[in-house]
């Protein structure tokens, strides 16, 4: 999965090398249309295949992925500089991915005596509602208007 690593040579009394780091970089990036919650769009390195790209996400973020998608994007060529010479950006590969969505933010459980706080929110709320609404002797006049 990763390029040309070089590790030192192991000599006798010397601990193994036990971390893995990818030498790949993944980018979220926000997708051009709109897309269901459960899909994801990543600018990934023209080495990176699918394989790698699922096995990156699975073992390195525990995220479980459902399907993977891939194309390459053409960087595009219509800048030019100082000369007139055209300016290309380089070439990247687009990944749509569909995963399970993990529950983040869980609902709290509410202990028993939830309901006083209700009932007092409720009142609140109705208070608000009162004053917010119209005066009827006012006959659609704003209230800023009367004295």
């Known amino acids: ?11 006798l009394g010397n601990p193994q090398l036990r971390v893995f780091r990818t030498n790949f970089f993944i980018q979220l990036v926000r997708p051009g249309m709109a897309q269901p919650e459960d899909t994801v769009q990543f ?28 194309r390459v994007q053409h960087g595009s060529n219509r800048r030019r500089d100082y000369r007139n010479v055209r300016i290309k950006k380089p070439d990247y590969k687009a990944h749509g991915q569909t995963f399970t969505f993990p529950d983040l933010f869980p609902e709290k459980k509410r202990p028993e005596g939830s309901s006083v706080t209700e009932d007092l929110q409720d009142q609140v709320l109705e208070d ?20």
């Open 43 to 70: 600018r990934i390195p023209m080495e990176m295949t699918r394989v790698d790209l699922r096995s990156y996400l699975e073992r390195i973020y525990n995220v479980p992925v459902t399907a993977v998608r891939t």
């Open 128 to 147: 608000q509602r009162r004053r917010q609404s119209c005066d009827p002797r006012l006959g659609g006049v704003p209230g800023w208007f009367s004295l």
């Open 1 to 11: 999965m990763a390029r040309n690593v070089l590790y030192p040579l192991y000599q």
